[in-house]
Structures are given as structure tokens and as C-alpha cells.
Nanobody
Framework: QVQLAESGGGLVQAGGSLRLSCEVSGRTTFSYYAMGWFRQAPGKEREFVAVINWNGDTTYFADFAKGRFTIARDNNKNTVTLQMNSLEPEDTAVYYC??????????????????WGQGTQVTVSS
């Protein structure tokens, strides 16, 4: 059983920053996993935000995240983080951490991820 637990969400003013963390636990080897972040705004479908490969040397971002968000991982601590800067009200959503055991490809679709966290709320006020 693999568990993912997000933290770090909250309320921030437009232009501010937040750092989300996701800790992976269970009978698994974190360094086998590609890790991603998704988000779901009220009334909208869940969308891809960013992904990082198993060793951290490859990342990919949604267009809206490029230049503002950074994804990183610490394989010694079984954690992946999403640093979000220059936040806008449009970034308000529940943010989800996701993982998939692969060292071969970089997943970006919901269906390509096997494990999900419960989500953490991010609210950006104008």
C-alpha cells in the first residue's frame, strides 16, 4: 500500500508564494516513482500542473506553470515539492500529488498515475 500526503496549502494574496509538499509512505521505493502535481478548480476538471522523473533530472510543466512553479524531489526523504510563485486568483484550486512507478517515461495524464493524495486547498485572493 502506497500513501501520498500533501501539505502546505492555504490562503495567500495575489503575487504571493506557497510551497506544497507531498510525502510518500508505504511498502515501496520512492526512487522508482515519477511524481506529479495536478489541480482542480471549482466547476472544472482536474488538470496537469507539473511532473518530475524518478531522479529529478527531468521536469515538465503545464504552460500556465512555466516560469512560476518549480518541482523538486528528495529521494532520501520520500518527498516531492511544488514551489509556486507569483500566484494569481486563477491558481485557486485543490492541488493533488500523484505518483507512478516508472523510470521509463514521464507521465502527464491522470490515467498514467497510479497513486493519489487527498489534495490540499490553495486559495489566492485578489
Amino acid at each position: 500500500q502506497v500513501q501520498l500526503a500533501e501539505s502546505g496549502g492555504g490562503l495567500v494574496q495575489a503575487g504571493g508564494s506557497l510551497r506544497l509538499s507531498c510525502e510518500v509512505s508505504g511498502r515501496t521505493t520512492f526512487s522508482y516513482y515519477a511524481m506529479g502535481w495536478f489541480r482542480q478548480a471549482p466547476g472544472k476538471e482536474r488538470e496537469f500542473v507539473a511532473v518530475i522523473n524518478w531522479n529529478g533530472d527531468t521536469t515538465y510543466f503545464a504552460d500556465f506553470a512555466k516560469g512560476r512553479f518549480t518541482i523538486a524531489r528528495d529521494n532520501n526523504k520520500n518527498t516531492v515539492t511544488l514551489q509556486m510563485n507569483s500566484l494569481e486568483p486563477e491558481d485557486t484550486a485543490v492541488y493533488y500529488c500523484a505518483g507512478h512507478a516508472t523510470r521509463v517515461f514521464l507521465p502527464t495524464r491522470e490515467s498514467e498515475f497510479s497513486y493519489w493524495g487527498q489534495g490540499t486547498q490553495v486559495t489566492v485572493s485578489s
